[in-house]
């Protein structure tokens, strides 16, 4: 069992950044990979940036050059620094882990609003 706690949404403004953060109550080293999703109002649940066990990441085309996906093995949480937001930023982050030999978990969500 792994415990997902995300952090860090809020309201900002076009052109603004927001940091969030998502804790794992498991060490990192357990885990194979880490992503942040993102849902938009009546849209399906899209993959926003991952991080792999190795270090490897990957973003969607949307968010390449804004956003940026990292890790703290000390504090087992991962960040995603979101820069230049859009209001088509919008929408619940979610934190996903793909856990060795244990499955997927998700944390509950945290709310980005970007006003133009």
């Known amino acids: 069992q792994v415990q997902l706690v995300e952090s860090g949404g809020g309201l900002v403004q076009a052109g603004g950044s927001l940091r969030l953060s998502c804790a794992a109550s498991?060490?990192?080293?357990?885990?194979?990979?880490m992503d942040w999703y993102r849902q938009a109002p009546g849209k399906q649940r899209d993959l926003v940036a991952g991080v792999t066990s190795g270090g490897s990441t990957n973003y969607a085309d949307s968010v390449k050059g804004r956003f940026t996906i990292s890790r703290d093995y000390a504090k087992n949480t991962v960040y995603l620094q979101m820069n230049s937001l859009k209001p088509e930023d919008t929408g619940v982050y979610y934190c996903h882990a793909e856990v060795h030999l244990a499955g997927d978990y998700w944390g509950q969500g945290t709310q980005v609003t970007v006003s133009s």
């Open positions: 498991r060490s990192f080293f357990s885990i194979n990979a």
